[in-house]
């Protein structure tokens, strides 16, 4: 199965959360690409079976501005029946953001194979393990 984990990452952190999906979904047996926000858009959506979208919380508990949510706003109209897992860190709050991002992907009709999985700043053993568990829960 192909993979695309596609994400943001100010501090770092959510780029570790993306590269424990990545060695999730390859010890699945999935061919996996770990791209930034920046190096994919919405003609891309349809090389991948599967496609893990991380970004962290910013501001007022909302996806990235600049370069994240632009992106996911092109590839939304491309998910309905595609299978997608949602991560990402946050520093503050509960967790809304990453909540009102999977309604939205629920709206769009995306397949949501798993659980999002959050942590608070920087990912611990069981933030990662759960990375980990996502990406191999992607590529089934």
């Keep these: 199965m192909k993979t695309a984990i596609v994400y943001w990452s100010g501090t770092g952190n959510t780029e570790a959360m993306a590269n424990a999906v990545l060695k999730g ?3 699945a047996g999935a061919e996996a690409d770990l791209l930034t926000a920046d190096a994919f858009d919405e003609a891309m959506v349809d090389q991948y079976d599967a496609i893990a979208f991380g970004c962290p919380s910013m501001g007022a508990e909302q996806l990235e501005e600049d370069e994240f949510e632009p992106m996911f706003e092109k590839c939304a109209p491309k998910l309905s029946g595609k299978h997608i897992a949602l991560f990402g860190s ?3 709050g509960d967790g809304e953001w990453m909540r009102n991002w999977k309604d939205q992907c629920v709206e769009l ?4 194979t798993t659980e999002p999985v ?4 920087a990912p611990d053993d069981v933030a ?3 990375c980990e568990a996502l990406g191999k829960a992607l590529t089934e």
Excluded: K, P, R, S
């Design 109 to 112: 009709g995306a397949v949501l």
């Design 25 to 27: 979904a390859l010890a």
């Design 128 to 130: 990662t393990a759960a």
């Design 118 to 121: 959050i942590c608070n700043e």
């Design 90 to 92: 946050y520093g503050w």
